[in-house]
């Protein structure tokens, strides 16, 4: 079992810049990929990032790549994502998710088995 708490959300400024924790329990954390994904009112859940187990690679969706870079700290079991030229785009709900796998990014929330309740970034414009 694991189990994720998200932080670092709020309101922030077009151009501005935020940095998302996610907490995690269990000894399982360095042994499963993590993803971050965020949902926006009306619309779907929808793939941010990912991070391998070890930290070695990492995926992007196209609409944050070269802004947002996503990062973890195993000894610490935290996951972080830095959002940088944030946009009235990015404001939704952000969650972390633990994957069943470990060397494989996979994007989809059917695969991930674990998810954090979320926080809540606002960008105004």
């Known amino acids: 079992q694991v189990q994720l708490v998200e932080s670092g959300g709020g309101l922030v400024q077009a151009g501005g810049s935020l940095r998302l924790s996610c907490a995690a329990s269990g000894r399982t954390f360095s042994s499963r990929a993590m993803e971050w994904f965020r949902q926006a009112p009306g619309k779907e859940r929808e793939f941010v990032a990912g991070i391998t187990g070890s930290g070695v690679s990492t995926l992007y969706a196209a609409s944050v790549k070269g802004r947002f870079t996503v990062s973890r700290d195993n000894a610490k079991n935290t996951l972080y994502l830095q959002m940088n030229s944030l946009n009235s785009e990015d404001t939704a709900v952000y969650y972390c998710?633990?994957?069943?796998?470990?060397?494989?990014?996979?994007?989809?929330?059917?695969?991930?088995?674990?998810w954090g309740k979320g926080t809540l970034v606002t960008v105004s414009s």
């Open positions: 998710a633990a994957s069943r796998y470990s060397g494989r990014l996979v994007s989809t929330t059917r695969e991930m088995d674990f």
